[in-house]
């Protein structure tokens, strides 16, 4: 059984750190803020210039004035501040940003990363996910692990556009946890009821078992 959206988003929840400076991405890692660990301190950080977000609104109390990167409707804390996007992607480029969780369209097995725009289709811009992975310190994509036509999004080498080159730490899609280090891919956990053969068949990477999996 693969994980759902939710699995994923809960398990990359447990990559964050008490004191952590988090940056989330549009779609699957936005979940991400609703599995931070009880009395963990985490700030969320947006590239639109806001710094400690909080949960979404419940229906009826948004502020449509009041919005994510991803034009998302969010709440603000006592301790939220806000400041220009030029100074948020200081923030960024400066490396002050620990953790960024984004989604991805293909990772290749050296921890390329492809999450910008498909060739032909429109695209509103390339947002700040190339400013996040060049200046965060770790990246963790989330994403299915296929496409919606069955083809592997986990390459040996990315076809799409690039955002940055080997840049991911780790990959959590619905099968399972692999990690990406000195430019080498390992499968470290796998989701309930799916087998390491499953996931062969399912990724065009090649990629090494994590002794004991």
Request: one cysteine or more.
């Amino acid at each position: 059984m693969a994980w759902t959206r939710e699995q994923m988003a809960e398990r990359a929840a447990q990559e964050l750190r008490d004191g952590f400076y988090v940056n989330l991405g549009i779609g699957i890692p936005t979940l991400v803020a609703n599995f931070i660990p009880e009395g963990m301190h985490v700030t969320l950080q947006s590239e639109n210039g806001m710094l400690g977000m909080g949960p979404f609104p419940y229906e009826g109390e948004e502020d449509p004035d009041l919005i994510n990167a991803g034009k998302q409707t969010i709440t603000e804390l006592p301790q939220t501040s806000y400041f220009s996007s030029a100074d948020s992607f200081g923030m960024v480029r400066g490396g002050h940003i620990d953790l960024s969780i984004l989604g991805a369209m293909q990772v290749a097995q050296n921890g390329d990363l492809a999450n910008w725009m498909i060739p032909g289709k429109m695209v509103k811009g390339m947002g700040g996910a190339m400013d996040l992975v060049a200046g965060v310190k770790r990246v963790v994509v989330i994403m299915d692990h296929n496409a919606r036509d069955g083809s592997p999004k986990l390459l040996k080498a990315c076809d799409l556009p690039l955002t940055g080159q080997g840049v991911v730490d780790m990959i959590i899609s619905d099968v399972g946890v692999f990690e990406i280090k000195e430019g080498r891919l390992t499968l470290i956990q796998l989701a309930p009821d799916v087998t390491v053969e499953d996931v062969k068949e399912r990724t065009e990477a090649d990629f090494t078992i994590a002794e004991g999996l």
